[in-house]
């Protein structure tokens, strides 16, 4: 039997392999604008607000996917290193963090995310698997809501 390649075969095939690397290019370019270093300014988790009595204050520094967290030895502690692994096609946009470095290595906390401009919002539970929906942390729920701003050079 002789298969005969037509051009509309050819061009179906090229199309569904653009469309395999299409999310890769998508999260390339998420990762592409996070890089650099970001500044905490707002964490509410439980319904708590953690900025409210001006000791929390902690820095990401991204560099590919990885983010190494300085300031807040407590947080630090905790999570050091995280890797971020992203998926922008979705709605909410999810995010994937797993703790490379600090006392919660290994771990995997999944979320949502945001980012707008030089604004990076991050919701997760930290303790269970159901992702949050919505960018909301309330009360026994479980979920921190981050918000991260771009610091400038």
Same mark, same amino acid.
């Given at each position: ?13 090229? *199309?569904?392999?653009? !469309?395999? =690397?299409?999310? $890769?290019?998508?999260?390339? @370019?998420?990762?592409?604008? &996070? ?31 990885? *983010?190494?967290?300085? !300031?807040? =030895?407590?947080? $630090?502690?905790?999570?050091? @290193?995280?890797?971020?692994? &992203? ?67």
């Amino acid at each position: 039997m002789r298969w005969f390649v037509t051009p509309a075969v050819l061009l179906l095939g090229g *199309a569904l392999l653009e !469309g395999q =690397d299409a999310p $890769k290019d998508a999260v390339k @370019k998420e990762l592409d604008r &996070l890089q650099g270093t970001w500044k905490a300014t707002a964490l509410t988790y439980n319904g708590k607000d953690f900025f409210a009595d001006g000791k929390a204050s902690f820095q990401f520094i991204i560099k590919g996917d990885v *983010a190494v967290i300085k !300031g807040n =030895d407590k947080v $630090k502690k905790e999570y050091a @290193k995280i890797r971020l692994k &992203l998926d922008p096609a979705t709605k909410p946009k999810i995010v994937d963090i797993t703790v490379t470095g600090g006392v919660q290595k290994d771990a995997v906390i999944e979320g949502i995310y945001q980012l707008k401009g030089d604004e990076f919002k991050i919701c997760a539970r930290v303790f269970g698997t159901d992702r949050p929906s919505e960018f909301d942390s309330p009360e026994g729920s479980s979920i921190a809501l981050l918000v991260l701003k771009r610091e400038k050079p």
